[in-house]
């Protein structure tokens, strides 16, 4: 009973922090899943008064894990913010904040749970401009180890939209033991001129990190990460009713790593380059659209450590390049078609001798389809999809894996919507997918080319009896195969297949403001094995029944629960639940 009643407080607790603090908004989610539970709550409070500002933020965030209470684990994170303040000019406050985070995980060990307060003065100019200082005393707790000392926060940013916008966050803080600190800085410039709009963005962040990695307090790790980006957005019109854009950017990453290894202190360091380039050609004329997209995807990986005996990921550059073409045409009133086609290169390959990854991978597809619309209430539309994807290993180590994918889909979709009286949604779709080893006809490789089938139909009907009370069903049925693949004489055989479909319809009321939602579900999964007679075999089967329950009233309170049995071959049935509650409300 302990971490039922925690629920409880807690859940009421942030419910009437409210009308302690005289709060603005509350917010409260309880989930459930079986054994699981989450319970997420938010408190505001915003109250001012003259020259006076009181500023209260509470968020509170608790997991459990348990077959009972009693054994249950708990994590707990809580944050408090409070801010207390006086204008002293127009422009000018200062005042009192306090910060408070704890974080506390009986689900792993005690070595996560962590604490940390701020406590100090904290400036604010608003015009122009806003800038934040906060300065004060800092304590923290980890590993039972306790350290304090000082920090210093700087915030910029600008209250309106000018051409050049700047942004600052920065953070310093000082122990007896360690430093830490956070500079984020970036800057954005944009013009329009005759239509012809520029954005260029650049930023650097770097973020130190020194922690405690046992109880001693001797032994600390220190993390650095830095990065630094930028990035240039053009646009420009090429005529009346089609126009350019070319995107560049450029970003920076590197991470060093300082730790105890073998008695010794080393470090270990990443780099990782990205170089992206976008242009995009788009013309409208009358009924017709088109759009064309050329991109270059270029990345670069590399590691190293100052001692041999660390492990470390292999360095890689990654080469990607794509062409996407989109294009449409209003045939009539009620008629349209839509053409897309993609096709992309990947070159991958790593400086590593002994490392077998690299590999050429190109890929394209084509999608047409057609839309019609019959009546005012009633469309229907149909789709075919041809995807292809090639794998070539550059290494023989691993050539027998090359293969290619060869995808076929064929999808159509039909909507009634007579407003007030039905919605039905119909979506049918057959696919087949032919993955096709490039050697397995030699007598060394061991592998089958394979073939999966599959149909799908998936069908959603809402019907008004009367304005404020219907009724809602959803069928969903799906049935695959799977096989070997003779792809040169286009021979298969077929070694399993399985076939499922759920059922689910529910009844809904709306009453003043609240809406009712009940009604039960079922749905059954068979997978069946092949034999040496060709004959199916049961391999596996399961039965689910359950219902699903819901209530809402206004945004203000949310209620959900799903109750399911479930039966399954050699298992025990057993009960799978899951539940919602979500509380939101303002003062």
């Known amino acids: 009973m302990k971490y039922f009643k925690i629920i409880i407080v807690v859940f009421f607790g942030l419910i009437f922090s409210t009308k302690v603090f005289a709060s603005d908004t509350?917010?409260?989610i309880m989930e459930q899943m079986n054994d699981y539970f989450k319970i997420n709550g938010i408190s505001k409070a915003n109250i001012s008064y003259k020259n006076y500002y009181f500023i209260a933020k509470i968020i509170n965030n608790s997991k459990i894990y348990s077959k009972n209470f009693r054994e249950g684990k708990l994590k707990n994170e809580f944050n408090s913010i409070l801010n207390f303040s006086k204008y002293l000019f127009e422009n000018f406050s200062t005042g009192i904040k306090m910060n408070y985070f704890i974080l506390s995980d009986e689900h792993i060990n005690y070595s996560n749970d962590y604490s940390k307060?701020?406590?100090?003065v904290s400036n604010q100019y608003n015009r122009k401009m806003k800038y934040i200082f906060d300065l004060g005393y800092l304590s923290e707790n980890r590993l039972t180890i306790g350290d304090d000392g000082y920090f210093v926060n700087l915030k910029i940013r600008q209250n309106k939209d000018f051409k050049l916008k700047?942004?600052?966050d920065m953070n310093y803080e000082k122990t007896n033991k360690r430093t830490n600190y956070k500079f984020d800085n970036r800057l954005s410039y944009k013009t329009d001129i005759n239509n012809i709009k520029n954005i260029i963005k650049g930023g650097y962040k770097v973020i130190n990190r020194e922690y405690f990695v046992d109880e001693t307090g001797s032994n600390i790790e220190k993390r650095i990460n830095e990065k630094f980006d930028i990035r240039n957005s053009l646009t420009f019109p090429l005529s009346s009713n089609s126009q350019m854009t070319y995107d560049v950017e450029y970003v920076s990453n590197s991470e060093k790593h300082r730790f105890s290894y073998a008695d010794s202190i080393v470090e270990r360091e990443y780099e990782r380059f990205e170089f992206d380039n976008k242009i995009m050609l788009v013309k409208k004329h009358k009924k017709f659209k088109t759009a064309l997209y050329l991109s270059n995807e270029y990345k670069q990986y590399n590691s190293k450590a100052t001692s041999e005996g660390i492990r470390l990921?292999?360095?890689?550059?990654?080469?990607?390049?794509?062409i996407k073409f989109k294009s449409s045409y209003q045939l009539s009133k009620n008629d349209s078609v839509e053409v897309n086609y993609f096709v992309s290169l990947l070159n991958f390959d790593t400086p590593d001798t002994s490392n077998y990854d690299e590999r050429d991978e190109v890929a394209y597809s084509i999608n047409v389809g057609w839309r019609h619309k019959i009546n005012p209430f009633l469309q229907f539309s149909i789709y075919g999809d041809f995807y292809f994807h090639h794998l070539v290993y550059l290494y023989r180590q691993r050539s027998a894996q090359n293969h290619s994918n060869r995808i076929v889909s064929l999808k159509s979709d039909l909507i009634l919507n007579i407003p007030k009286k039905i919605v039905w949604r119909s979506h049918q779709e057959i696919y087949t997918n032919y993955f096709v080893y490039d050697y397995e006809y030699l007598p060394f490789v061991h592998i089958n080319s394979m073939v999966f089938r599959g149909l799908k139909l998936n069908q959603n009907v809402k019907y008004y009896f009367v304005n404020s009370f219907g009724i809602n069903l959803k069928?969903?049925?799906?049935?695959?195969?799977?096989?070997?693949?003779?792809w040169d004489n286009f021979y298969q055989e077929i070694t399993n297949d399985k076939f499922e479909y759920k059922i689910s319809t529910s009844v809904f009321k709306k009453l003043y403001n609240f809406s009712v939602n009940i009604g039960p579900s079922y749905s059954q999964r068979f997978e069946y094995v092949y034999n040496l007679s060709d004959e199916k075999d049961l391999s596996y089967y399961s039965y689910r029944k359950g219902v699903n329950f819901s209530i809402n009233y206004k945004r203000?309170?949310?209620?959900?629960?799903?109750?399911?049995?479930?039966?399954?071959?050699?298992?025990?049935?057993?009960?799978?639940?899951?539940?919602?509650?979500?509380v939101h409300f303002v003062i």
């Open 117 to 120: 307060m701020l406590l100090g």
């Open 475 to 486: 069928l969903f049925v799906r049935w695959e195969d799977n096989g070997f693949l003779d």
């Open 556 to 582: 203000i309170i949310n209620i959900r629960y799903n109750i399911q049995n479930i039966q399954q071959k050699n298992r025990e049935s057993y009960y799978n639940n899951s539940g919602l509650i979500s």
């Open 166 to 168: 700047p942004f600052s």
């Open 313 to 322: 990921p292999v360095g890689y550059t990654f080469d990607k390049k794509k």
């Open 26 to 28: 509350t917010a409260v």
